[in-house]
């Protein structure tokens, strides 16, 4: 009985993790001129929360919200979401986003724009929003017929750990190109402090005291 209870509950969760995803993968393709970078979907006692971080909201709220309460519509109607209430907010650091720059680097390969130039000025455009590391993996056919996997680095990035899983954000993406289908994978250590910077304060501030007192000894001896 209790084997049945855990299949049962294990299918349940994996019927609504596809729904989730089925839900996400609307949204931005739908939104995709509004160039969403987060979407997370919560339960809530009155219904379901949808909650979208966008570099355009505006395009997503629409003239008088009819945008937005379409949107509603299709999510309860299509998707049987209950009671659907959308939030939209402006991406305060776009380039910081490793979704939205995964989606830019797959326009711009769609473009026929070389993906070693591409990645290396969204690697840019990264460090120079502050980043403290971010790897880009760009995979498939990208030169020739077999396929290869290129990957591009620049500052700090944390692999392992729990800081990794904490504050490294990454995101996955594809894009069909003539040669065949084209994984992109980014991701980026924000501006965050990190365990040796609290260290290194730690050792500046005792040296700070050890070179006060050393001083004072002096000032006193003479």
């Given at each position: 009985m209790s084997s049945t209870k855990n299949i049962s509950i294990k299918k349940q969760f994996l019927l609504e993790n596809s729904k989730r995803m089925e839900i996400?993968?609307?949204?931005?393709?739908?939104?995709?001129?509004?160039?969403?970078?987060?979407?997370?979907?919560?339960?809530?006692?009155l219904?379901?929360?949808?909650?979208?971080?966008?570099?355009?909201?505006?395009?997503?709220?629409?003239?008088?919200?009819?945008?937005?309460?379409?949107?509603?519509?299709?999510?309860?109607e299509k998707f049987g979401l209950p009671n659907p209430q959308i939030t939209v907010s402006e991406l305060q650091n776009p380039a910081l986003n490793p979704a939205l720059i995964a989606e830019h680097i797959?326009?711009?390969?769609?473009?026929?724009?070389?993906?070693?130039?591409?990645?290396?000025?969204?690697?840019?455009?990264?460090?120079?929003?502050g980043a403290r590391g971010a790897e880009i993996t760009i995979t498939g056919k990208?030169?020739?017929?077999?396929?290869?996997?290129?990957?591009?680095?620049?500052?700090?990035?944390?692999?392992?750990?729990?800081?990794?899983?904490?504050?490294?954000?990454?995101?996955?993406?594809?894009?069909?190109?003539?040669?065949?289908?084209?994984?992109?994978?980014?991701?980026?250590?924000?501006?965050v402090e990190l365990p040796e910077d609290v260290l290194r304060k730690v050792e500046m501030s005792e040296m700070k005291v050890v070179s006060s007192e050393s001083g004072g000894v002096q000032k006193t001896q003479q």
């Open positions: 996400i993968q609307y949204l931005k393709t739908t939104l995709k001129r509004a160039r969403v970078g987060n979407i997370e979907i919560q339960s809530t006692p219904g379901s929360m949808i909650i979208i971080e966008a570099e355009r909201p505006a395009l997503i709220i629409g003239r008088h919200g009819l945008k937005i309460k379409e949107i509603a519509k299709t999510l309860e797959a326009l711009a390969l769609e473009r026929g724009i070389h993906f070693r130039r591409v990645a290396n000025i969204a690697l840019r455009q990264i460090m120079d929003a990208l030169i020739s017929e077999r396929s290869r996997r290129e990957k591009f680095k620049a500052g700090v990035l944390l692999k392992a750990g729990q800081y990794s899983m904490e504050e490294v954000k990454e995101a996955v993406t594809s894009v069909l190109l003539k040669p065949g289908l084209v994984g992109i994978q980014v991701r980026i250590l924000p501006p």
